[in-house]
T-cell receptor
Framework: DAGVIQSPRHEVTEMGQEVTLRCKPI?????LFWYRQTMMRGLELLIY????????DSGMPEDRFSAKMPNASFSTLKIQPSEPRDSAVYFC??????????????FGNGTRLTVT | DAKTTQPNSMESNEEEPVHLPCNHS???????IHWYRQLPSQGPEYVIH???SNVNNRMASLAIAEDRKSSTLILHRATLRDAAVYYC??????????????FGEGTQLTVNP
């Protein structure tokens, strides 16, 4: 099992550019989560999906952020246009919903985004 | 959501046991107690979880107070690789809230050689 795979590991971009972060969850998992981590705010949940359907996007900071899950094996988080305050580490996690409270979430190693 | 309180930091020596406390005085009867840790430059990883009884696995032990208002994560012999931020998180089995993890600030564990 390769675990949750995120790409790229690092992204440096200029303010105003579009950024797309990618995530491949563990096969068979039906929950997918996007988190953001900064020194100031810690780990924050941005959005999560169940069976490819967005369930709660209340953590998405603003309309510049959007997330999609076109199929069970792929999700994207897009920022357009990017701003320096979006600089953070973005984590994707997946989990099984069968007995979700008894099941761990599996996190990827994150994408470190720097917006200059 | 019920809250947890953890010390900001703790120190231990290598090969000694470590007891990481967590207070959750407002825990409800349907809340599971989960522990995750985050090693430097990595995503969080699952450590252990329990409901009422003490739990053991290959990574750690979880001791849960009889009234469930507190718990302790026990690392039996700390290694340098155990230096990480440890998060104590409550998860209930109501799907809307329990399916996600809400992270607090955690405890930064330093392991001295």
């Amino acid at each position: 099992d390769a675990g949750v795979i995120q790409s790229p590991r690092h992204e440096v971009t200029e303010m105003g550019q579009e950024v797309t972060l990618r995530c491949k969850p563990i096969s068979g998992h039906d929950y997918l989560f996007w988190y953001r981590q900064t020194m100031m705010r810690g780990l924050e949940l941005l959005i999560y999906f169940n069976n490819n359907v967005p369930i709660d996007d209340s953590g998405m900071p603003e309309d510049r952020f959007s997330a999609k899950m076109p199929n069970a094996s792929f999700s994207t988080l897009k920022i357009q246009p990017s701003e320096p305050r979006d600089s953070a580490v973005y984590f994707c996690a997946s989990g099984s919903g069968t007995v979700f409270y008894n099941s761990p979430l599996h996190f990827g190693n994150g994408t470190r985004l720097t917006v200059t | 959501d019920a809250k947890t309180t953890q010390p900001n930091s703790m120190e231990s020596n290598e090969e000694e046991p470590v007891h990481l406390p967590c207070n959750h005085s407002t825990i409800s009867g349907t809340d599971y107690i989960h522990w995750y840790r985050q090693l430097p430059s990595q995503g969080p990883e699952y450590v252990i979880h329990g409901l009422t009884s003490n739990v053991n696995n290959r990574m750690a032990s979880l001791a849960i107070a009889e009234d469930r208002k507190s718990s302790t994560l026990i690392l039996h012999r700390a290694t340098l690789r155990d230096a990480a931020v440890y998060y104590c998180i409550l998860r209930d089995f109501e799907e809307t809230s329990g399916s996600r993890l809400t992270f607090g600030e955690g405890t930064q564990l330093t392991v001295n050689p």
